[in-house]
């Protein structure tokens, strides 16, 4: 099950801080995790994954976090911009390893 | 450009009114998903096609059917449409499951469906 707390519904931050965007996923044998961004009115983007052997995976001005002790992944996002500010998930692979299962969005509010 | 389209981006229908979405590929994808999701909630996988092998998720209505003629075209039917399912419907593909290497999803615009 997920764990409580660790979620929130919306972040709202200033325009050049750090986000830091959480998850718990369900499944302990996933062994891939993505996280989308989805912008009002659009279908979700790939921003950056990780496999269950890393723990750790930057992209550009992204960081994700694997915690697969407590099932917990995060999104950190570097100087944030306005326009980042979109509704993000994560997702993992579900038991039959054909398709995602989406988690919890969190709305991400960037003000200038 | 190579893309995942659908169309239309709005649909109206009337309840209990069959209505049909479209989605179609230039990525030559193995894989064709459709999910459905609802006001501030995530997106929910209805079903998928792995070339033409049709996967129906447990949970998903009768309700919901869908046809891929081609490896290009997915179409889902939503034969008696009730006020409950006004969503976005949400097309993806992916060049191979999911399973072993991962092959990313890619999304379509959406179909917002607003029944009356």
């Known amino acids: 099950g997920e764990s409580v707390g660790l979620h929130l519904p919306t972040l709202s931050v200033q325009e050049g801080d750090n986000s830091i965007i959480n998850c718990a996923y369900s499944?302990?044998?996933?062994?891939?995790f993505i996280w989308y961004k989805q912008e009002s009115g659009k279908g979700p983007q790939f921003i950056i994954d990780?496999?269950?052997?890393?723990d750790k995976r930057q992209g550009q001005r992204v960081t994700v976090l694997l915690n697969k002790t407590v099932k917990h992944l995060s999104l950190q996002i570097a100087a944030t911009q306005p326009g980042d500010s979109a509704v993000y998930f994560c997702?993992?692979?579900?038991?039959?390893?054909?398709?995602?299962?989406f988690g919890k969005g969190t709305t991400l509010s960037v003000s200038s | 450009d190579a893309m995942v389209i659908q169309n239309p981006r709005y649909q109206v229908t009337q309840f209990g009114k069959p209505v049909t979405l479209s989605c179609s590929q230039t990525?030559?994808?193995?894989?064709m998903y459709w999910y459905q999701q609802k006001s501030s909630q995530a997106p929910k996988l209805l079903f998928h096609?792995?070339?033409?092998?049709?996967?129906n998720e447990a949970d998903t209505p009768d309700n919901f059917q869908s046809r891929r003629p081609n490896t290009s075209f997915c179409f889902l039917d939503i034969r008696s449409p009730g006020l409950g399912d006004a969503a976005m419907y949400l097309c993806?593909?992916?060049?191979?499951?999911?399973?072993?290497?991962?092959?990313?999803?890619?999304f379509g615009p959406g179909t917002r469906l607003t029944v009356l």
């Open positions: 990525l030559n994808h193995n894989v």
């Open positions: 096609y792995y070339d033409k092998d049709f996967n």
């Open positions: 990780i496999r269950s052997n890393m």
């Open positions: 993806a593909t992916s060049r191979d499951q999911l399973g072993g290497s991962y092959n990313e999803q890619f």
């Open positions: 499944n302990s044998a996933s062994d891939y």
């Open positions: 997702a993992e692979i579900n038991q039959a390893g054909t398709a995602l299962i």
